[in-house]
């Protein structure tokens, strides 16, 4: 089970990731990337958190892409109204989206099992480490290990 945490109520709110199909979220909507596009391209799964009792509000979408028997998080982001600190309605989206990457990453076979891969914006580099625990690579280029990857997905897929 996933939940998502409100911030005007306070309190846990149900919410489920799904398999992307249909319409996406659109840019004049605020929406950073044309989900559009991006769920048609090959060799990737898009996949979207949604409130459960509200399945029309998209929280957050998520594309991972395997390459290399490595799980890579190619993108993620988070619904307009959910980004920034004044304003922002829900909580842990972010969280419950990385910790669903790395459950992912478990179910793969090969050496990289239970590990997420990704590449990040420089200035969300630092946030990634210590939000995530994830570890630097090579540049851009970061990490979840498969212990960190467990801890997330206890804390945020409960």
């Given at each position: 089970m996933t939940y998502i945490y409100s911030l005007r109520d306070n309190k846990h709110i149900e919410a489920e990731i799904i398999l992307a199909v249909g319409k996406m979220?659109?840019?004049?909507?605020?929406?950073?990337?044309?989900?559009?596009?991006?769920?048609?391209?090959k060799?990737?799964?898009t996949y979207v958190l949604r409130l459960k009792d509200n399945p029309k509000c998209i929280e957050g979408i998520l594309q991972l892409r395997i390459e290399n028997d490595v799980l890579i998080m190619d993108v993620i982001e988070i619904a307009p109204h959910n980004f920034g600190s004044s304003n922002k309605k829900f909580g842990y989206v972010a969280g419950c989206l990385i910790a669903f990457a790395c459950r992912e990453s478990f179910k793969m076979e090969g050496n990289y099992k239970g590990f997420l891969t990704f590449t990040s914006k420089t200035s969300l580099i630092e946030w990634y480490k210590k939000e995530y625990g994830a570890t630097q690579a090579l540049g851009q280029r970061m990490y979840i290990d498969d212990a960190t990857g467990l801890k997330l997905i206890e804390k945020y897929l409960k």
């Open positions: 979220p659109l840019k004049k909507d605020r929406w950073k990337f044309d989900w559009n596009k991006l769920i048609k391209e060799n990737t799964k």
